[in-house]
């Protein structure tokens, strides 16, 4: 139904920066928000930033200041700008897809996740 392609993650040394993208496609008609989770080893998955129809944004205190979200509506693809990196970043960071499909009614979808690694 839907299809989640993330990219961007890597390996880094702190202060440098990431960008990560995640483009969904399939039988879409129409997406609520994007947004992306990290779970760090041994912790839970937590939010880290969501963008909302309209361009509504929400970050995590821990990335205030650091990381933007954004969203391409015509390609179904939102971005994850991550500056000023630090070691407690590092984690798998999932994306998130809230939406509606030919088959579905609002639904969550959950991509892969890709590694995002910090180095001091």
């Known amino acids: 139904q839907v299809q989640l392609a993330e990219s961007g993650g890597g390996s880094v040394q702190a202060g440098g920066s990431l960008r990560l993208s995640c483009a969904a496609s399939g039988s879409i008609r129409s997406v609520y928000k994007m947004a992306w989770y990290r779970q760090a080893p041994g912790k839970q998955r937590d939010l880290v930033a969501q963008?909302?129809?309209?361009?509504?944004?929400g970050y995590a205190d821990s990335v205030k200041g650091r990381f933007t979200i954004s969203r391409d509506n015509a390609k179904i693809t939102a971005y994850l700008q991550m500056n000023s990196l630090k070691p407690e970043d590092t984690g798998v960071y999932y994306c998130?897809?809230?939406?509606?499909?030919?088959?579905?009614?609002?639904?969550?979808?959950w991509g892969q996740g890709t590694q995002v690694t910090v180095s001091s």
């Open positions: 998130k897809v809230t939406a509606t499909t030919t088959q579905r009614s609002l639904a969550d979808y």
């Open positions: 963008i909302i129809n309209g361009g509504n944004t």
